[in-house]
C-alpha cells in the first residue's frame, strides 16, 4: 500500500514538474517561429548537414573481398601488393583477400556471393555472375622441345645424364620431335600447378587427334623447373603464361645445351582450337620474344593464348567499379618494378556484342562517361529542393500563423481593459469598483511580466497603455460621481424597494378566543 502511494505522488508530481516544461517548450517554438531570419538558418544548416553526410559517405572508403588463387600463385602476389599500394594511397576502394584453392574456386566464390570480385581464367569456370573489370594478363602457350643431351633431357646432373630418352623398340615417333603430331608416345613435362595446364595439354592433343593415355605427362614445379626436371628428363616442355614468366626463363635455359638453342613447336590447328572453343585466342609467339643467345623463337610461331580476367559481381554498384577500374590502372607502373606482368593489365573489351562482356562501371571509366556528383544525385537534389521549397512555405505559414495568433494573444488584455472601462461607467457601489481596480492591477502585473521576459513589444504596449488609462480613467471618474452623489439620492431601484417595505401591512394572526 505504501508503494502504491508513492508510485502515485511520483506520477503527481512528474505531471506537475511536466506541464510547466511543456509550456515553456511551447512557447519557446512560438518564439522561434516568430523569428523570420532563425527560421532561414535553421534551413539552411538542415539542407548544409544533409549534403556534408552524403559527402562524408561519399569520402568513406569502401572494402572489396577479392577471391584469387592459389596462396602462392603469381596472382595472389600480385592481388596482394595491389591491396597493399591502396591501402598505403588511402585509396577510394580496400582490398580484403580471400585465398582459394585454384581459380576454379575463385570464380565460384563469386556465383555464391562469396566475394565481391575475383581473378579467373577466361577457360576454367569462368562466373556466370561476373562482368570483366580488366584484363590481368594474357597467357600463351608454349611447346619447347629441348635440345640433345640438355638438361631437360637428362642430360647434366641426373641419373640419365647426356642420355635422351630413349625411344621403344618398333616405336615410329622416335627422333626429333619437329611438329605436335610427333609427340605421340613422348613424356610432356607440364609446367604448373593442379591440373589446369594439363587438361589445356589435352585440348591440343584433342584437336590433332592424339589421345591423352599416348603420352606420359611430367608435373613441373613452376618455381623451379630445373630441379623437377633433375632426373626426369622429357621430349616436350609444355607451359602456360606470360611470356615475361620466369618458369619460361627456366624452362629454355634447361632446354639448352651449350650454344644450341632448343626449338618451338607451332601450334599450327590454332584457329581450327578457338572456333571450336572461343575462350582461347589464335595468336604467334613474336620472333624474339624470349631473348637468349639467338633471337627466340627463331620465327613467328602460331600457338593459342588465353586470358586472366579481375571480374565483378553484376550488382555491384557502377561507381564503386569505376573507382576499382581506375585504381588499378593507376598502380601498374608503381608495381612494375616488382612484378614486370602488371604492365600486360589491359582494358577489356566495351562493345555490348563482346565475347566477354565487360562490367558496366569498368566501361563507364574506359568509355570517359563517368558521373559527376551532381549527376549521380541529381535527381536527389531536385527532389530535397523541392522538398525544402514545400517546407519553406510550410514553416512561412507557421509562422504566419503563429505571428496571428501570437497577436491575438498580446492583444487580449487590451480587449479586457476596453471591457472594464465600459463596465465601471454603470457601477453603482464602490465595492465594485475596487474589484475592477485589482483586477486591473493583475493585468498590470502579468503586462509588466511578459515585459520582463521579453514577450512583447512595442506595437503591443502602446494600445494596452492606452486601454489602461482608459479603464483607471473610467474608474476615477465613476468613482468621483459615486462620491460627489448625496445619500438621499440613492438608485431608484433601491428607492422603490425602500417605499414598498413601508407600505406593506404587517399580518396580524387572531387569536383563538
Given at each position: 500500500m505504501k508503494l502504491s502511494r508513492l508510485f502515485a505522488s511520483w506520477f503527481v508530481a512528474g505531471q506537475a514538474r511536466l506541464r510547466p516544461s511543456v509550456a515553456d517548450a511551447a512557447r519557446r517554438i512560438r518564439l522561434m517561429l516568430g523569428q523570420t531570419w532563425l527560421v532561414a538558418l535553421g534551413a539552411v544548416l538542415l539542407v548544409g548537414s544533409a549534403l556534408g553526410a552524403v559527402l562524408y559517405v561519399e569520402s568513406m572508403p569502401t572494402t572489396l573481398r577479392i577471391a584469387v588463387g592459389p596462396a602462392t600463385g603469381d596472382d595472389a602476389r600480385l592481388v596482394q601488393a595491389m591491396a597493399a599500394q591502396f591501402d598505403r594511397d588511402r585509396a577510394t576502394i580496400r582490398l580484403r583477400l580471400i585465398l582459394k584453392d585454384n581459380p576454379v574456386a575463385a570464380a565460384a566464390a563469386i556465383d555464391s556471393g562469396d566475394a565481391d570480385i575475383a581473378v579467373v581464367r577466361r577457360d576454367r569456370a569462368y562466373p556466370k555472375q561476373g562482368l570483366a573489370v580488366?584484363?590481368?594478363?594474357e597467357n600463351v602457350v608454349a611447346m619447347i622441345v629441348p635440345t640433345a643431351g640438355s638438361l631437360?633431357?637428362?642430360?647434366?646432373?641426373?641419373?640419365?645424364?647426356?642420355?635422351?630418352?630413349?625411344?621403344?623398340?618398333?616405336?615410329?615417333?622416335?627422333?626429333?620431335?619437329?611438329?605436335?603430331?610427333?609427340?605421340?608416345?613422348?613424356?610432356i613435362g607440364v609446367i604448373g600447378r593442379g591440373g589446369a595446364n594439363t587438361d589445356l595439354l589435352n585440348v591440343v592433343l584433342r584437336q590433332y587427334g592424339i589421345a591423352s593415355e599416348k603420352v606420359t605427362v611430367v608435373p613441373?614445379?613452376?618455381?623451379?623447373?630445373?630441379?623437377?626436371?633433375?632426373g626426369h628428363p622429357v621430349d616436350v616442355i609444355f607451359g602456360a603464361g606470360p611470356v615475361t614468366s620466369?618458369?619460361?626463363?627456366?624452362?629454355i635455359a634447361a632446354a639448352a645445351k651449350g650454344g644450341a638453342d632448343p626449338h618451338f613447336l607451332p601450334i599450327t590447328a590454332s584457329e581450327a582450337i578457338t572456333h571450336r572453343l572461343p575462350v582461347y585466342e589464335a595468336t604467334e609467339l613474336k620472333k624474339g620474344v624470349f631473348g637468349g643467345h639467338s633471337p627466340l623463337p627463331a620465327d613467328d610461331v602460331e600457338t593459342i593464348a588465353y586470358s586472366h580476367y579481375v571480374v565483378a559481381q553484376q550488382g555491384l554498384q557502377e561507381a564503386v567499379v569505376s573507382d576499382l577500374t581506375r585504381l588499378i590502372f593507376s598502380v601498374r607502373e608503381r608495381l612494375a618494378a616488382e612484378f614486370p606482368t602488371v604492365r600486360q593489365i589491359q582494358r577489356p573489351d566495351t562493345?555490348?556484342?563482346?565475347?566477354?562482356?565487360?562490367?558496366?562501371?569498368?566501361?563507364?571509366?574506359?568509355?570517359?562517361?563517368l558521373q559527376s556528383f551532381f549527376d549521380k544525385y541529381s535527381d536527389f537534389i531536385y527532389l530535397g529542393l523541392m522538398l525544402l521549397s514545400g517546407l519553406g512555405s510550410g514553416a512561412a505559414w507557421l509562422t504566419s500563423y503563429s505571428r496571428a495568433d501570437d497577436q491575438i494573444r498580446k492583444l487580449r488584455p487590451v480587449e479586457t481593459l476596453l471591457d472594464l472601462a465600459k463596465t465601471a461607467r454603470a457601477i453603482e457601489t464602490i465595492g465594485a469598483l475596487d474589484t475592477l481596480r485589482e483586477e486591473i492591477d493583475e493585468i498590470l502585473r502579468k503586462t509588466m511580466s511578459e515585459v520582463e521576459r521579453k514577450e512583447l513589444d512595442a506595437g503591443v504596449l502602446f494600445p494596452l497603455s492606452v486601454a489602461l488609462n482608459q479603464a483607471q480613467a473610467a474608474i476615477c471618474e465613476r468613482r468621483a460621481q459615486l462620491t460627489a452623489r448625496p445619500p438621499?439620492?440613492?438608485?431608484?431601484?433601491?428607492?422603490?424597494?425602500?417605499?414598498?417595505?413601508?407600505?406593506?401591512?404587517?399580518l396580524r394572526v387572531a387569536s383563538g378566543e
Open positions: 580488366a584484363v590481368l594478363r631437360a633431357q637428362g642430360g647434366a646432373a641426373g641419373k640419365n645424364a647426356g642420355k635422351p630418352s630413349k625411344p621403344r623398340r618398333g616405336d615410329k615417333t622416335a627422333g626429333k620431335v619437329e611438329k605436335v603430331e610427333q609427340i605421340a608416345g613422348k613424356r613441373l614445379d613452376p618455381d623451379d623447373v630445373a630441379a623437377a626436371l633433375r620466369k618458369f619460361f626463363t627456366d624452362a562493345d555490348k556484342d563482346a565475347v566477354v562482356l565487360a562490367h558496366p562501371g569498368a566501361a563507364a571509366f574506359i568509355d570517359d562517361h438621499s439620492s440613492a438608485p431608484a431601484s433601491a428607492q422603490a424597494t425602500n417605499q414598498a417595505t413601508a407600505q406593506v401591512t404587517p
